[in-house]
DNA sequence: TTTAACTGCTAAAAGGTTTTATCTAAATTA
DNA sequence: TAATTTAGATAAAACCTTTTAGCAGTTAAA
């Protein structure tokens, strides 16, 4: 089973008797600005139609030192909102030329240094990264290094990068009065024990909600250092038993709330009448359940939109000292529970 | 920000007063096989620690024509199912020094059509696809020019091309009898109107199953050409609510089932006591579910591990004339009904 | 004594582009 | 008429590797 040759521009040049450079002018639309005649133009364009002619982009990329590469680097690509937002750049970055490699840091900053530097000498264009902990040396030297570079999700006070990122304290904060103004007293946040600066801000939008009402509250923090270093079902049904006056709790993720409803269920808390609930990041699920759960629900879209828009700007900005561009996107509270 | 010009193995061997050449063996662990002295060994390889040189990947792929990067295209990346293989291929691909470049192709012929030969120019060493409708002139053009791809998740009956794939039929079966032993007499295939192999593979178990047991059965299928072109939540409500003698439900995908869910909770039919429901495809979600769903699971980790196999060993193989490696992988019904 | 093989290393080609500098002949300008 | 410009093209370098063929000097085999 043989692979053909591929044709060249060498092969095509000496077909048609001129040169390499005439036919690359032509190839690059720089035939005009070269004077190349009307002639011979059409000639060799009509020749590359017939035979099929497809630039090697490996060459190109060796020559121009650019591979029309984006890596998208996410914590966990088979996570539904990093992988809808995979979807999402993957539409803007075909439409301009761009592929996407894939990676998963598992929040892992040592995965994510060794991804980053084995990225480096793949000549690919820009990062787009949700950073581990740790890593703001690494996102400086890349930065340093005149790669262009967008964090979402979440950001590093520390490094001056672009970024997208969403209201996170100010939606906690709308979501826990929300559940304030449906009359609960007695407040419980649950998240996992992190630096990110998503969930610090989801726990601050939290607090300052339930301190601006003088309402009760406390807060569960798993540990998730080692994944699966704990089960969080198990915890928070432990952690609800002990607690049978909490009334209200706000989920700093959905993965976490859907294993607070497996506790729920259990400790036969009826939600939403004697337990309300609100969680983070919105879910196809939570609409199905029974009860239908109240959620904020970041938008999708525009995050892929901004970080797309902003990598694209970066990317035709090489060379030039370009200034960070911060995005911070509003969320939508899906309230449901008068759906039922 | 001036991105550093890297170091190249010709500036280790100007520094160093050697050739190109013998730095290259060294590097590429030739030195013994070209009897390069051990003394100059250790100083091009202190050197080269000591300064962190890392090879030029794309240089390298120009010149060996391989680019370590393998291509995935699925039906849709957002979707749980191809999202969780794409996490899982990620690992074995890293390990063994591919990267993996992903697409979408919507299930659309076109775009997959496009989608190939972007990547055919650009010297991608392997393709894994879920091959989309009329895609067999296609595979086979990759194939004859030397390509290794491998399928996944359906196949294609004309071409003789490794793929991985689950006993659809045989689950189908399977999954229609659990049914029918729990007291269902009156079935109902849900599906989407479909020519991929797995789709009709399950339909195939689903009727084979009732014809056996000598049940009334009936098939609901769906359109889904263009996508959004139909509301199944609706279709489904409509088409349960004139067929009230249903009491077993078999969907050939989750997303089937979770819109029928919906629809018995508008309808008021009760699940499982009134009608009992098997799904295609298992979902954290049936089991987070009141009631619980009994669902069929597919081996994500085993269809992963023998994709990259095969993709590996096919890899291996270039330039040779290889046999297609067919996988047949049998998947678990996870029965749920008596767990509530 | 001639031939063959080994030693330790290197020059140069090849892979496919892009781009700068340059060429010749014709046309224009001074 | 001489000097300059223009038109229409091209040679060759550069991007960074890998690999084949070969160098000159020495040793072993025939």
Redesign the pocket.
């Known amino acids: 089973m043989m692979a053909k040759?591929?044709v060249?521009?060498?092969d095509i040049a000496k077909k048609l008797g001129?040169?390499?450079?005439?036919v690359?002018?032509i190839?690059?639309g720089k035939a005009r600005e070269?004077?190349?005649?009307e002639e011979?133009i059409k000639k060799v364009q009509d020749y590359i139609d017939e035979i099929g002619y497809k630039?090697?982009h490996v060459?190109?990329s060796?020559?121009?030192g650019k591979s029309k590469v984006i890596v998208f680097m996410a914590e966990d690509i088979s996570n539904q909102f990093f992988a809808s937002i995979a979807r999402l750049i993957e539409e803007k970055a075909y439409q301009n030329g761009y592929k996407i490699i894939y990676c998963s840091t598992d929040n892992d900053h040592e995965k994510a240094k060794e991804l980053i530097s084995t990225f480096k000498m793949r000549n690919v264009d820009g990062f787009i990264i949700t950073p581990t902990p740790n890593l703001e040396k690494d996102i400086k030297n890349l930065l340093d290094e005149g790669f262009p570079v967008v964090l979402f999700d979440r950001w590093i006070p520390d490094v001056s990068c672009s970024h997208v990122i969403v209201q996170n304290e100010e939606s906690a904060y709308q979501g826990t009065m929300h559940l304030i103004e449906k009359g609960c007293r007695n407040l419980c946040f649950v998240s996992v024990m992190s630096t990110q600066s998503q969930m610090i801000d989801r726990a601050r939008g939290f607090r300052k909600a339930a301190q601006d009402s003088n309402v009760d509250y406390q807060e569960c923090l798993l540990k998730f250092h080692n994944l699966a270093e704990i089960e969080p079902y198990e915890k928070l049904l432990e952690f609800f038993e002990q607690r049978p006056g909490i009334d209200g709790v706000f989920f700093a993720t959905n993965y976490l709330a859907f294993e607070g409803l497996q506790a729920m269920g259990v400790l036969q808390r009826q939600v939403p009448e004697k337990l309300k609930v609100v969680s983070f990041d919105d879910h196809y699920f939570f609409n199905l359940y029974k009860p239908k759960i109240t959620a904020i629900e970041q938008p999708l879209e525009m995050i892929a939109e901004k970080l797309m828009e902003t990598m694209l700007e970066h990317l035709g900005e090489l060379d030039k000292v370009y200034k960070p561009v911060k995005v911070v996107l509003a969320n939508r509270l899906n309230e449901r529970e008068s759906t039922l």
Chains 1, 2 share one sequence.
């Open positions: 040759k591929r060249s521009i060498k001129i040169s390499i450079t005439t690359s002018f190839i690059n070269q004077r190349i005649s011979l630039p090697n060459a190109q060796l020559r121009l």
